[in-house]
């Protein structure tokens, strides 16, 4: 199993910055892929960007180019560096984890933090 823990959620302004971390409660090493989706009111959970243990990463079209996803092995944690922002990029951030055992993946999720951007 997983546990997920996130950090750095708050109030910034339109085209500041933000960092959200994820600490793991296992080696990152041994976690397939990892990711951060975020949440908007009214709308479906969409993924914003994603790394995988080959360190290939991903991004939705949105933040491509302001949002950078990174990881710190030796704290098992995961960031999103987040700049640029703008308030479309408002909503609670989830950090994911999926986790290959015996043959089946497994989908882990934290609880969330909350980011909001001022116009």
């Known amino acids: 199993q997983v546990q997920l823990v996130e950090s750095g959620g708050g109030l910034v302004q339109a085209g500041g910055s933000l960092r959200l971390s994820c600490a793991a409660s296992?080696?990152?090493?041994?976690?397939?892929?990892m990711g951060w989706y975020r949440q908007a009111p009214g709308k479906q959970r969409e993924l914003v960007a994603g790394i995988t243990s080959g360190s290939r990463t991903n991004y939705a079209d949105s933040v491509k180019g302001r949002f950078t996803i990174s990881t710190d092995n030796a704290k098992n944690t995961v960031y999103l560096q987040m700049n640029s922002a703008k308030p479309e990029d408002t909503a609670v951030y989830y950090c994911h984890a999926a986790l290959l055992l015996r043959g089946v993946m497994y989908d882990y999720w934290g609880q969330g933090t909350q980011v909001t951007v001022s116009s």
């Open positions: 296992r080696s990152i090493f041994s976690i397939n892929a």
